[in-house]
């Protein structure tokens, strides 16, 4: 039966994941440089248009239908939302079909939209929407399905299944692997390592930080798909990962580079997000601490690492999101306990666990790189994926949108 409370709560947490893609086009369009503003927050801003779209006519029945055949893909039962109505679906008994429905399209439209801060400033807009389409239904979509869907292999992995509660692997560790492949097929800027590209509004870095924080509430508790003790369970260790993460992150590059980095600190707490998000519904508050300080330390290190490689991931998401997702995913086989939410890893005596964890992580990094490179290069040999170095030199808000960010001079 519906439960009114199960219902509006999941109502609310998809508004407040909704809310995290505004927050993160905030976020990555602080890090760029101002000729480049507009169309950074519009790549995030595209695709919730976007994905909504496709995702009521068919990547929810790709995701979420019945499985096809070997736990690889859904059917299209659910083509355009057929018999998705006010009735409990196959996923949540005390929730409308249709509010689950929405829940997880916040989902498939936050994810493709991380990917972009692997080649911002240099995508042509038109190839950047046939690739955001084709990759949430031919990757995202059957990701979520292995991982969430009607008999996903990765549920039924060794019996157990792999745990991911609310996305380590489904949106992070896919997102991360995409975005190393657009970093290297999009190639670097012009002028990356001999020209400043230092962040050009802070502020907007740390508002967006802090919307992505708040509505990771929503991502994370809502993920539990009912008003109960293992949503408060999600968001109090949410809560504390993010924490944890942002004063090691902090703290590390304080000692390090000898001041406290603000940039640091917003990044520092994302990846604490991050990593606690496949855990969530399955560790108890003092190891979510653990796992945030890992993801502080391990996060940063990915950093400073790719710099060092000279990879143009322009705003980081592989050493955030992809490195981040794959420690919060193993660390939930290290940590999570059966009585939190039923999931047991190492702790609670289920080492096996870790090989499942192993598994997902390889498994969707893997076709994620594949797929996504596939996509890419035929794109790039095609219609071209990058603006002309003059367009990118004036900036590409102006060559691709004909606006400025900012206007001064009238």
Partial sequence: MIDSGDTAWILVSTALVMFMTPGLAFFYAGLVRSKNVLTTMMHSFIVMGLISVLWVIVGYSLAFGPDAGGGLIGN?????????GQEPGPYAD???HLVFMVFQMTFAIITPALITGAFAE???FGPFLIFMGL??????APVAHWVWGDNGWLQDLWGAGALDFAGGTVVHVNAGAAALVAAI???????YGSEPMEPHNIPFVLLGAAILWFGWFGFNAGSALAADGIAANAFVVTFVAAGAAMVTWTGISWALAGKPSAVGAAAGAVAGLVAITPAAG???????????VGAGAICYGAVQLRIRMRLDDSLDVVGVHGVGGAWGAFATGIFAVATVGGGAGVIDDNAGQLARQLTGIGATFAYSFVATYIILKALDLTIGLRVT?????????LSEHGERGYVFDV
């Fill in 135 to 140: 990759w949430s239904l031919v990757v995202y």
């Fill in 389 to 397: 170095e003059d367009e990118e030199r004036v900036g590409v808000d």
């Fill in 76 to 84: 299209l039962d659910y083509f355009g939302l057929k018999d998705v």
């Fill in 185 to 191: 097929v999009y190639g670097r800027r012009k002028g």
């Fill in 94 to 96: 005390t929730i409308p």
């Fill in 122 to 124: 240099r995508a042509k």
């Fill in 282 to 292: 399955f560790v108890d508050t003092m190891p979510a601490i653990a796992i945030g």
